[in-house]
């Protein structure tokens, strides 16, 4: 751990004013070189208060994004993952797609702001800055194409599981990389596989995580201010770094027993489609349909009102009204 690093451990753990003697002292450098390091944070984006004959502590509203504040988060896990932070860039999953070849398995890539983030079917996810939590994950599962599918709703679970520890609520999943919580979606999520055309199976994934933390300042703009919504209402401090540790502890503990696919039965209670009327969009055509269940392979069990039943692996589908 570096000076700046250190610096920031200091502040984190503390609610109180820390003055720039001790903090000098604690550090081994001078107050000048504390100042200099204060500087560096604030232009990684920490919210750091100043206060004359007091010193310097974090905001209480401080919500920086520090890959030593995630790696802390991490429990016994900081070792498993190679963790990449950008302030911005066009989208994480392009980011890892355009060096995957060279990196090792769990290196992940996140971000504080995308300018092109990208979502399901090519559409753009919002990706306000100081807001969400955006995030590529590289892995290596040796799995046969159909079993693709399983890398997402895996990470929904997880991405279900650290929402709960960390808010108290479980949210909800629409199937199939769609999370809810309030009736609004906090949560998208994209795997791109990368498949071997001789065997069939696939040699890498770059899992896409989006998150929205708290809402934009400004509010999210239409049509997605009637569709989305964030895990608080307002800033929590140091809670990216948390949420970006919780997700990647759960994905790497569900990952670890993938063959067994014990996390199925989580997805499946999870999913708030079964029993409701959809509407399924196939080659750009709707069909109405009833909602049945979710099987082991985690499709969606449909009955189009022909009486005919499918097994969705993919697709696209929305609510009716009830």
């Not at 693709?148 to 990389?177: D, F, H, M, Q, Y």
């Not at 759960?250 to 999913?271: K, M, Q």
């Amino acid at each position: 751990m570096d000076k700046k690093e250190t610096l920031l451990n200091i502040l984190e753990h503390t609610d109180t004013f820390v003055s720039g003697s001790e903090l000098a002292a604690r550090l081994g450098v001078t107050r000048a070189s504390v100042w200099k390091y204060i500087r560096m944070l604030e232009d990684e984006g920490c919210e750091i208060e100043a206060v004359t004959n007091r010193g310097y502590r974090l905001s209480p509203s401080n919500d920086a994004l520090t890959a030593e504040g995630i790696r802390r988060e991490l429990g016994d896990l900081p070792d498993r993952f190679s963790i990449e932070l950008l302030r911005d860039c066009t989208s994480t999953n392009s980011v890892l797609k355009e060096k995957a070849a060279k990196l090792p398995e769990w290196h992940t890539v996140i971000a504080g702001h995308q300018s092109a983030g990208r979502g399901r079917k090519g559409r753009s996810f919002h990706s306000p800055e100081g807001t969400g939590l955006y995030m590529s994950v590289l892995l290596r599962p040796q799995l046969p194409i159909g079993d693709a599918v399983l890398i997402t709703a895996a990470a929904a679970v997880a991405v279900c599981r650290a929402v709960e520890e960390l808010s108290g609520v479980c949210p909800g999943i629409k199937w199939v990389n769609d999370i809810f919580l309030y009736g609004k979606k906090i949560c998208g999520i994209l795997s791109e596989a990368s498949v071997d055309m001789e065997s069939g199976a696939v040699e890498s994934v770059i899992l896409g995580v989006g998150i929205n933390i708290t809402p934009p300042a400004e509010g999210f703009p239409p049509p997605l201010s009637d569709i989305a919504g964030a895990v608080f209402p307002n800033r929590q401090r140091n809670m990216r770094c948390r949420m970006a540790a919780a997700f990647l502890r759960h994905f790497s503990r569900i990952y670890a027993d993938f063959p067994n696919r014990g996390f199925v039965p989580e997805y499946r209670s999870l999913n708030f489609l079964p029993g409701r009327r959809i509407l399924v969009l196939q080659a750009h055509v709707p069909r109405p349909a009833a909602a049945l269940g979710i099987d082991d392979q985690c499709r969606l069990i449909v009955q189009y009102d022909d009486g005919t039943q499918e097994a969705l692996s993919s697709g696209e589908v929305s609510v009716l009204p009830d």
